[in-house]
């Protein structure tokens, strides 16, 4: 997979909006996004799902895991399956962040920022991967949600990782706390929208019911941004 980062993208990040970039500071971003595809070991997992519907939950196939919130039911709500979807980067990238920590703070502030947007570009290129499978098929496929969003709940964690056996294809678990390890890692569901179904047009924040409480907003970023 060759992953691009885009520097728009990580100026977002660190709450640019459009103002001079002076040139030492353009540089040291230019320095950080190579170091960052230096550092990064991109890697994802999906697995594909029949959708039961019980009441307000929808439940994957035979197994025992439900989905629960209104959000993600909402969200799958013209999906007869789903996928379910891993990635990470890699924990190199976060000890070269922490390594700058110590000695150049504004580097590690954009060594994240390029980190984030890198997890990001591999999400984007899964979900391409997915959408040109579903199209084989006849189908289109939703926009990614992941834990986190709205209502739907990061106690899934662990659960997710276990049913794409993360851990063992990947390196990619989850804390007590249900935070992803590494932490440039991002999980998210798929709907498959059979022939003549469409996506909601509205993603990311605009579809999220905790958009105007959302902390990461009022700092510029998204709940992406992990």
Same mark, same amino acid.
């Given at each position: 997979?060759?992953?691009?980062?885009?520097?728009?993208?990580?100026?977002?990040?660190?709450?640019?909006?459009?103002?001079?970039?002076?040139?030492?500071?353009?540089?040291?971003?230019?320095?950080?996004?190579?170091?960052?595809?230096?550092? =990064?070991?991109?890697?994802?997992?999906?697995?594909?799902?029949?959708?039961?519907?019980?009441?307000?939950?929808?439940?994957? @196939?035979?197994?025992?895991?439900?989905?629960?919130?209104?959000?993600?039911?909402?969200?799958?709500?013209?999906?007869?399956?789903?996928?379910?979807?891993?990635?990470?980067?890699?924990?190199?990238?976060?000890?070269?962040?922490?390594?700058?920590?110590?000695?150049?703070?504004?580097?590690?502030?954009?060594?994240?920022?390029?980190?984030?947007? +890198?997890?990001?570009?591999?999400?984007?290129?899964?979900?391409?991967?997915?959408?040109? +499978?579903?199209?084989?098929?006849?189908?289109?496929?939703?926009?990614?949600?992941?834990? @986190?969003?709205?209502?739907?709940?990061?106690?899934?964690?662990?659960?997710?990782?276990?049913?794409?056996?993360?851990?063992?294809? =990947?390196?990619?678990? +989850?804390?007590?706390?249900?935070?992803?390890?590494?932490?440039?890692?991002?999980? +998210?569901?798929?709907?498959?929208?059979?022939?003549?179904?469409?996506?909601?047009?509205?993603?990311?924040?605009?579809?999220?019911?905790?958009?105007?409480?959302?902390?990461?907003?009022?700092?510029?970023?998204?709940?992406?941004?992990?």
């Amino acid at each position: 997979m060759n992953i691009q980062i885009d520097k728009q993208e990580v100026l977002r990040y660190l709450g640019h909006s459009g103002q001079k970039i002076e040139p030492e500071m353009a540089g040291l971003v230019d320095e950080c996004i190579q170091r960052t595809l230096d550092c =990064i070991q991109p890697r994802w997992v999906y697995r594909r799902f029949p959708l039961q519907r019980e009441g307000d939950k929808l439940r994957l @196939g035979d197994s025992q895991v439900r989905l629960r919130g209104e959000d993600i039911v909402r969200h799958l709500k013209m999906s007869r399956e789903c996928v379910l979807m891993a990635v990470t980067i890699g924990s190199d990238i976060e000890k070269e962040i922490r390594r700058s920590e110590y000695t150049q703070l504004s580097r590690s502030l954009i060594l994240d920022s390029c980190a984030t947007t +890198a997890v990001e570009a591999v999400c984007d290129a899964v979900e391409e991967e997915i959408r040109v +499978a579903a199209a084989r098929e006849g189908n289109a496929i939703t926009w990614r949600y992941s834990p @986190g969003y709205g209502d739907f709940g990061i106690d899934i964690q662990k659960t997710f990782l276990r049913l794409l056996e993360a851990e063992k294809k =990947i390196g990619l678990c +989850a804390s007590n706390s249900s935070i992803l390890i590494p932490r440039k890692s991002v999980t +998210a569901v798929i709907g498959i929208l059979p022939p003549g179904a469409y996506a909601d047009g509205k993603r990311g924040c605009e579809a999220c019911a905790n958009r105007e409480r959302c902390v990461y907003r009022k700092n510029g970023g998204t709940c992406g941004s992990i």
